[in-house]
């Protein structure tokens, strides 16, 4: 009997004399009988029918099997690479798929699929690699898909555009031929074999043997493959089929005019233009079009210049990738670059640049160390090198690193500005500074080192030191986007929100195609108070820019802000999943643990964060302070650096191990510690957890002027609670109207981690006192947890 089957539909029909009869690919033991007029209907628009002629059933079911998996596999592919699936359901896929195509057969016919057209635009191969990450087979086709695209678009180009003529004006005719043709693996072939003449010609030969009496096949070869084919191909054909009996005499060349060369300014131009073409279709997010225009940059290169000209065009480009943040296609076009010109050392720094933006670090270090080892010494692969240890905290191995690429090549700024940034890391602050001093002396100006000065005053506390630096760095030099969002930060740090505000709306304004302009803005309306206006911000940094772990990061701290706990710890899942590491979204993620109360998760994460992210110096004060809150005095204290504080996360360190201090009743050393805080710290920020600290050190001794008096005019919540508390309690003068104005700056604006205490002091001292389900002892001791809780939150 004769058997249709369809992978998609994943159904067999048989066809009898008598009749015929369906099987399901779930239920292949299973049969419905169907009337042959109703056979068309049943397939319900499936492009893959086959006709099995004169089959067994057994036979029939297993190729139903196969061609089910086949598709299977294609649209699980599909998935995967689509940017709009969720996260969960692309593991899911790349896990299926790894079993899939264990199976030959079914990869080379995804492969075969997938090799015929070009990824669409709203493909996120980040994405992709990452949920494919543990799917050897996944990530091999990726990898070879990625390096092709270039040849997919351009073969499939020139088969759209072959002419209706050659296929007797029928679209079908066409379509059938085409599918014919990848199911083969002749389009796979073809752009496998793009750039070797010889490998080339054999799959022109394959091509002949399975499809040469095709009407016009010789034609529709020549006419698909003749832009494309390399060099010397033709006479390696020839030679292989001298059997063939109607070969084709090559179209004689056409007499006429000459083609004038171009001139190199006109060659020039036309680089130019092309590239401005590309840096707009990425703008834009239209890679496939931006692919394009680079092939044709490189084609047109080919006829006027270099190898290495056409590679420095495409590190331009990958250069500009960078700069918007698409640092898949910044990987891609780097690659392209170093196969054209793998012997200019360019091509390799730029490619280590590309892993480094991808946070693949190890590669990174791979491309750096082909370029020193290959090359002659070069202080770019030198200084590249030291960045990528510096990122993987190896701090010692950066410097010296550095310390070589200076020392030994001809040092430029930037090796000078590296050096100083890993002294900065490495919390040599004074030596950071010298280092900074250095270069603005001995080399030509620079907004870098001015604007990395400005950030070692600024991890210095010595906060009017930055900002003047910062207005100097913006006055003197073409601004640019890190001066002004620095300057933005240090009038946060100071509290000068307002002005912040206005700043980061400068820099939006000046420079709106950065997203970290938008991320500062969101973080100063957090700071305000202002949750709803921050979660707006973040929303639209997430919309409007390509993925980035600080908007999403902050957006899920904005959310725990606002008591969305669960929200929250979704949100910093999802980033962890989806984008590359970051510390942000570790801390952030043990933060939202530690406000669930889920103490020892959070702990387990916080030993996680610091592992992984060596050089954070947020995580090991978070950790410290979570052990102070479960009550684990003694590792805390063994935990905390015991020099001198000099830099905002030491002084951080300071203030938690006077709260140790207080915890175990060291009552009038925890006053001491506290107060030299508060009048040495150089850090506005840790001003007010300083007032805030020392006031309930004074609540708790019943030193209830004193203690309204550290709270000074700072109307932080944490301080509303203590003044409506110590005022209430100690029956201080104007205590009613006091009070009240406290409870309605709370009215406005109470975190919801707060919320409970507010209730407590306004029914304590507000409405009635019998209200109060606390003691006085318990009152202070949730205070002074609330203290602990927000020093490293």
């Not at 299977?72 to 995967?80: C, D, K, T, V």
């Not at 949100?571 to 510390?583: G, K, Q, V």
Request: charged share 30%; with cysteine; net charge negative.
């Amino acid at each position: 009997m004769n058997a249709l089957i369809s992978g998609q539909a994943g159904i067999a029909i048989f066809v009898e004399t008598t009749g015929a009869f369906v099987v399901d690919i779930d239920s292949p033991d299973q049969e419905r009988s169907l009337p042959k007029t109703s056979i068309p209907y049943v397939f319900n628009g499936a492009s893959d029918v086959k006709l099995l002629k004169s089959v067994k059933r057994k036979k029939a079911l297993e190729t139903l099997e196969l061609e089910w998996r086949k598709d299977r596999a294609l649209q699980l592919m599909l998935i995967l690479i689509d940017d709009e699936d969720d996260i969960e359901t692309k593991r899911e896929a790349a896990e299926c798929l790894t079993e899939l195509l264990s199976d030959k057969q079914v990869f080379e016919f995804l492969s075969n699929r997938m090799f015929s057209a070009p990824f669409p635009d709203d493909t996120n191969l980040e994405i992709a690699y990452k949920c494919g990450a543990q799917a050897e087979p996944v990530i091999r086709l990726l990898d070879e898909l990625s390096k092709n695209q270039i040849e997919i678009d351009l073969y499939r180009q020139e088969w759209d555009n072959l002419s209706p003529d050659l296929f007797d004006d029928d679209e079908d005719v066409k379509s059938e031929l085409f599918h014919r043709i990848v199911e083969e693996g002749i389009f796979r072939d073809f752009v496998l074999t793009a750039k070797d003449a010889k490998k080339f010609s054999l799959v022109e030969f394959d091509f002949h043997k399975k499809f040469g009496r095709e009407p016009n096949a010789g034609k529709i070869l020549s006419a698909w493959t003749a832009s494309l084919k390399p060099v010397d191909s033709e006479q390696d054909f020839s030679q292989m089929i001298e059997e063939e009996p109607e070969r084709q005499k090559p179209p004689k060349e056409k007499r006429g005019r000459k083609v004038k060369p171009k001139k190199a300014d006109e060659a020039l131009a036309d680089v130019i233009k092309t590239k401005d073409f590309i840096k707009s279709a990425m703008q834009k997010g239209e890679i496939v079009k931006a692919r394009r225009f680079t092939q044709q940059l490189v084609t047109e290169g080919e006829k006027t210049s270099t190898q290495e000209q056409i590679a420095k065009s495409l590190c331009d480009l990958a250069q500009y990738a960078k700069e918007i943040k698409n640092h898949s296609f910044q990987l891609e076009l780097a690659q392209w670059a170093n196969r054209i010109a793998p012997s200019d050392v360019r091509t390799h720094i730029q490619l280590g640049d590309a892993f480094f933006c991808l946070k693949r670090n190890d590669e990174a270090l791979k491309a750096y160390d082909t370029a020193i080892r290959d090359f002659p010494p070069n202080v770019v692969s030198h200084s590249g090198r030291a960045e990528v240890l510096k990122e993987m905290g190896k701090l010692e191995e950066a410097l010296k690193a550095y310390d070589a690429a200076i020392c030994d090549l001809l040092p430029d700024v930037v090796s000078h500005n590296g050096r100083a940034e890993v002294l900065k890391e490495m919390g040599k602050l004074e030596e950071a500074l010298k280092a900074y001093d250095t270069t603005i002396r001995d080399f030509p100006p620079d907004i870098v080192s001015h604007s990395g000065r400005a950030e070692v005053l600024k991890e210095m506390g010595r906060l009017e030191e930055a900002l003047k630096a910062y207005d100097t760095a913006i006055r003197d030099f073409q601004p640019d986007v890190v001066s002004h969002t620095g300057r933005a930060s240090i009038l946060k740090e100071m509290g000068r929100l307002e002005e912040a505000l206005r700043a980061y709306d400068t820099a939006i304004r000046d420079f709106p195609l950065n997203v970290y302009s938008h991320n500062g803005r969101a973080e100063v309306f957090k700071e305000m108070g202002k949750l709803e206006e921050a979660l707006k911000a973040y929303d639209t940094a997430i919309s409007d820019f390509p993925p980035n772990v600080v908007s999403h990061s902050g957006r899920a701290e904005v959310l725990k802000e606002m008591g969305k706990l669960e929200e929250a710890l979704i949100a910093y899942d999802t980033t962890i999943r989806d984008l590359p590491p970051d510390a942000y979204s570790y801390t952030g993620r043990a933060g939202v643990l530690k406000e669930m109360g889920m103490h020892e998760e959070a702990l387990k994460f916080y030993d996680e964060t610091i592992i992984q992210f060596p050089t954070n110096k947020v995580a090991p004060n978070a950790r410290s302070a979570l052990l102070v809150l479960m009550g684990r005095y003694h590792e805390a204290e063994v935990s905390l650096p015991v020099k001198e504080p000099q830099t905002k996360s030491e002084w951080i360190a300071h203030h938690i191990r006077g709260m140790i201090l207080l915890k175990t009743g060291k009552v009038q050393e925890a006053s001491e510690h506290f107060d030299f805080g508060l009048n040495s710290s150089p850090f506005p920020s840790d001003k007010k957890y300083y007032r805030s600290a020392l006031a309930v050190a004074k609540l708790q001794a019943n030193e209830f002027a004193e203690a309204a008096e550290c709270l000074g005019d700072d109307q932080t919540p944490i301080n509303n609670i203590l003044r409506m508390h110590i005022y209430g309690e100690g029956r201080l003068s104007e205590f009613e109207g006091i009070i009240r104005t406290a409870h309605e700056y709370l009215k406005q604006y109470c975190p919801s981690s707060l919320f409970n205490l507010y209730l407590e002091v306004t029914g304590r001292y507000l409405v009635d006192p019998d209200l109060a389900s606390l003691s006085n002892d318990e009152l202070i001791k949730q205070e002074c947890d609330y203290v602990i809780w927000r020093i490293a939150a």
